[in-house]
C-alpha cells in the first residue's frame, strides 16, 4: 500500500509530460530559426516519431542531418563517440559526381528502403545532375544507385532540386529543374514533373514542364519544387529569383510562391498572389526565405524553409542559411504560411 501513492505520482507526472510534449509540438513553429547553423535546402521526414532534416553539403558532409524529437529543439546529428565530426547521410558519392557541391537532398521511403534523391556535380559535364541513393535507416549511409546520373538534361543547362511525391493512387513523381540559368545553358528555367517507376529509382515516359520563369518577381529562374496534393488538386509550392543576399540589397530577392495543377502533371497555374513568402524586416525578419518542404506533424502541417542568417537590425550576419519552420494552414487551396506576429 505504501507503494500506490508513489505509482499514482509517476502516473500523473508521465501524463503532465505528455501533455506538455504534445503542447510544445503544436505551438512552437512559427517561422523563427530553429537551428542557427548553416543548413541550407531543408527538407524534413517524419520516421518513428522523430523529425530528420536533410541539408545541401556543409560542414565537411555531402549530406548533412539534424534531429529533433519535438520540431522545437533541433541538434546536428554527429558522429558517435565524435561530437565534434559531423555525421553524414551519404559519406561516398557515385563515380560521376565530384565533391562539395552536393544539393538540396530529399527523402522518400518505398518499402523498407528509404530513398535519397541528391543533386552533385557531374565530373565530366560541368553541370548539376540528379542521382538516388538507398539506405535502409533514413540515417544511412546512403549508397547511390547506378553508374550514370538519374536525370541530367544535358542541352537545358543540367538538372537540380529533386522532389519526391507519392500520389493517393501509389503512383510515384520526380519534380526537377532544368538549370537553364548555367553558363552553358543561358535558357529559359523550367520546373518539369515525370512519372517513376514502382521502386523510385527510375523515371518512366516524357517530362512535363509545369512551370516556368515567366512572372516580374521570379527574376531569371525558378526552382526548388515541392508537390502538395489538396483534395483533387495539387498545389507546386517553389522559389524563385537570385538566392543570395547581396551586399547592396537591404534584402534578398529570394522568395517563395506556388501554383495550382490539375493533375501531378499538369497544367500548373501561377497562383496572381505570389510570392507568398518573401523577405520582411518585421515582425519576423526574414531575408531570401525559400527552398520549401511541407511535412505533417502532430495532424497538421508544416512547412520548413531556409533564410539567410541576419542580425537584430536585419542586416547579413555571415554566409550562412537557417532552419526555419512555420505552420502551413490553407484557406480552399490556398495556402497561408503563418509567421509570428501575424
Not at 215 to 230: C, K, Q, S, Y
Not at 232 to 249: C, G, L
Not at 293 to 309: C, S
Request: positive net charge; glycine residues 10%.
Amino acid at each position: 500500500m505504501k507503494h500506490v501513492p508513489i505509482i499514482r505520482f509517476l502516473r500523473t507526472l508521465f501524463l503532465a509530460l505528455a501533455a506538455a510534449a504534445a503542447v510544445s509540438v503544436s505551438a512552437q513553429p512559427n517561422g523563427s530559426a530553429v537551428l542557427p547553423t548553416n543548413f541550407p535546402d531543408p527538407f524534413v521526414l517524419v520516421h518513428g516519431g522523430r523529425y530528420y532534416a536533410y541539408a545541401t553539403n556543409a560542414n565537411g558532409a555531402n549530406v548533412p542531418m539534424a534531429f529533433s524529437n519535438d520540431l522545437r529543439s533541433w541538434n546536428l546529428l554527429a558522429v558517435p563517440n565524435n561530437p565534434n565530426a559531423f555525421h553524414d547521410a551519404m559519406p561516398t558519392l557515385p563515380a560521376w559526381a565530384a565533391r562539395g557541391r552536393t544539393w538540396a537532398p530529399e527523402v522518400l521511403r518505398v518499402g523498407n528502403n528509404f530513398i535519397l534523391y541528391f543533386t552533385a556535380h557531374h565530373r565530366g559535364r560541368d553541370q548539376q545532375c540528379i542521382g538516388a541513393a538507398v539506405s535502409r535507416d533514413p540515417r544511412g549511409p546512403f549508397v547511390p544507385r547506378g553508374g550514370d546520373p538519374m536525370v541530367c538534361q544535358h542541352r537545358l543547362g543540367g538538372t537540380i532540386d529533386a522532389n519526391p511525391f507519392r500520389d493517393s493512387d501509389g503512383q510515384l513523381y520526380l519534380y526537377f529543374k532544368n538549370d537553364g540559368n548555367h553558363p552553358s545553358a543561358r535558357t529559359a528555367t523550367h520546373l518539369w514533373g515525370q512519372r517513376m517507376a514502382a521502386d523510385g529509382l527510375s523515371l518512366v515516359g516524357e517530362p512535363a514542364a509545369l512551370v516556368r520563369n515567366d512572372a516580374g518577381w521570379e527574376g531569371h529562374l525558378v526552382e526548388a519544387p515541392f508537390m502538395v496534393r489538396r483534395g483533387e488538386r495539387y498545389v507546386m509550392f517553389f522559389s524563385a529569383n537570385d538566392y543570395a543576399w547581396q551586399r547592396h540589397q537591404r534584402l534578398s530577392n529570394y522568395a517563395t510562391g506556388y501554383a495550382a495543377c490539375t493533375t501531378p502533371l499538369g497544367p500548373c497555374t501561377d497562383s496572381a498572389a505570389n510570392p507568398i513568402l518573401a523577405s520582411q524586416r518585421r515582425p519576423l525578419c526574414l531575408s531570401g526565405p525559400g527552398h520549401p518542404a511541407v511535412f505533417e506533424a502532430g495532424g497538421r502541417q508544416y512547412i520548413a524553409f531556409h533564410a539567410w542568417a541576419a542580425r537584430r537590425n536585419c542586416s547579413p550576419a555571415g554566409d550562412a542559411r537557417f532552419l526555419h519552420i512555420a505552420p502551413l494552414n490553407w484557406n480552399g487551396d490556398v495556402p497561408v504560411i503563418g509567421l509570428a506576429g501575424r
